[in-house]
């Protein structure tokens, strides 16, 4: 079983590596088996091409946790997103993921964004 700490610990890593532009060094947090649903692919290779896609299209983007929970092997995360203009003075952009971990890394994750502008949500930006 996952506990609250060691989930948030899993995903203050993951993001660190993000904000740094550490990419490389979040490949140990995921399994080999590793899934991402909103991507639709296996693989900690696929997210690292998105991670790749979003800072080439807004180099000052940052993630940052507001809220973590914890239940069994999932691990629920709002995160806010800096260093993107919002439409018409909107919110600041915002990220909500759910992962399923095993052993100590994430195996798989969902989510959604809220917030973009058009056409920049993370989803978007990797399939354009």
Request: with cysteine; charged share 25%.
């Amino acid at each position: 079983m996952t506990t609250r700490d060691d989930a948030t610990a899993l995903v203050l890593r993951m993001q660190e590596c993000f904000n740094s532009r550490r990419f490389d060094q979040a490949a140990g947090l995921f399994t080999p088996g590793f899934f991402s649903h909103p991507l639709g692919a296996p693989g900690f290779e696929a997210g690292k091409r998105a991670w790749h896609a979003l800072v080439a299209r807004y180099p000052g983007i940052r993630v940052v946790a507001q809220d973590i929970v914890a239940d069994g092997d999932k691990a629920a995360v709002r995160s806010t997103v800096e260093g993107i203009t919002a439409p018409d003075g909107d919110a600041r952009p915002m990220l909500f993921e759910i992962f399923r971990i095993d052993d100590g890394r994430f195996a798989e994750m969902w989510g959604v964004s809220a917030g973009f502008p058009p056409e920049a949500a993370p989803e978007d930006v990797v399939a354009g």
